[in-house]
């Protein structure tokens, strides 16, 4: 392109001398700033490079102080064993010198022992109260073993459990006895009443049927007062074997079979324990059994507001338990002939849901010849209070024996 290019002269116009001058001083100013231009890469080479060493410099210090971290962190490790081992040595030291402390000390007491025990020798044979023979057997010495001290522990708490369980097999054997002979008195006593009325009845001549009943009545209380003899006989053997049987260490024989004040010590320790631990045991039983009173008490209180809430009933509804109680009782003699067989017993329900007042509902219930009647009955209703059954023979015959009855009304 530049071989091609053709030059062309172009005549320059006149121009102002004014003109001239203005750019001749443009001339001059662009000539001054180009040697500013011309330096500016060269210090910006300079400055890079300066920069780039800065760089290389902040990188080796960086480097030169993670290294002294390091070592320091090293130093610091190593100063943290080295106290630990020191803390190690100084906890073993104070082990090795309370063992060695506790050995000075069993030491002392077992060399003071034998000093006591050389001055009673001393002492007795002085006195002329003690033989040669005997003062050398005194004068032999047997070391504490913690292993036969333990032995002789575990032989001792078991006799101690075998002790207490005898003696709560014998008081629970004294009371199933005490039982069965308040038991035999009650049978006794019904036997003895029962004979008083089968001989009144032979003398005004009551029906045979009568009789023959009464004789089966007796004969059950027989066979039943013969059954808890045997029971009460069989209780009194028990006791005797259980007491013939029973081991253990008294105190003069545990005494005697101590060696040394270690072992007294040892013993004295665990038993100890044990009484603790007994205690606490019994402590933890009482408390329950008073929650359990708690708790009867409680019950009982509830059953005597309820039977305060039923005889309230009884008296704001005009109810009268004799009127209710005839039925039964002109039933009774009919009843008697009857066999052992179960029974209609029919029982009154009175509805007091209502605001009218109580309207009494026959109700029939089955109830056997050996069984007792209830007093009171389920309500019609939900809630306590709003129903109430009642037998018609009254309280005196729910209480009693819905059994064979003779003429006269005894059973």
Known sequence: MGANMVHTVIPLPQLDPKLLLRNGTRVLSVNQVSPVLIATPNDTESILESMVKLMNRMKEEAQRHKEADLEKKREIAQLRKASRRQEHQIRSLESDTKIKEVLLRRKNEEVSALRRATR?????????????????????????????????????????SKMA?????????????????????????????????????????????????????????????????????????NIVQVEETKGGLDGLELGQGLIDVNEARYFIEKLYNMTVSQTYTAAQKELSIKEMESKLNEMNQR????????????????????????????????????????????????????????????????????????PFGSVRGAPCGRGVVGPLGGLDDWRRPSGRRSKGGAV
């Open 165 to 237: 369980l005898n003696k709560q097999a014998v008081a629970a054997i004294e009371r199933e006895m005490e039982r069965q002979i308040a038991e035999r008195e009650r049978l006794s006593h019904e036997l003895e009443k029962l004979t008083r009325q089968r001989d009144l009845m032979c003398r005004s001549g009551t029906e045979e049927v009568l009789l023959q009943d009464l004789d089966e009545q007796i004969e059950n209380i027989r066979a039943n007062i013969e059954y808890v003899q045997e029971n009460i006989t069989e209780a009194q053997q």
């Open 303 to 374: 059953n005597k507001v309820q039977d305060e809430l039923f005889q309230h009933v009884v008296r704001t509804q005009g109810l009268d338990l004799a009127t209710l109680s005839r039925p039964v009782s002109s039933n009774s003699s009919n009843s008697s002939s009857r066999s052992t067989s179960p029974t209609d017993t029919p029982l009154f329900t009175f509805d007091l849901s209502g605001d009218s007042g109580a309207t009494p509902v026959l109700v029939r219930s089955r109830r056997s010849s050996v069984g007792f009647s209830r």
């Open 120 to 160: 009673t020798n001393m002492s007795n044979k002085a006195a002329g109260r003690v033989g040669p023979r005997h003062t050398t057997a005194r004068s032999k010495t047997i070391n504490f073993s913690p292993k036969v001290a333990k032995q002789k522990w575990q032989a001792m708490e078991k006799n101690i």
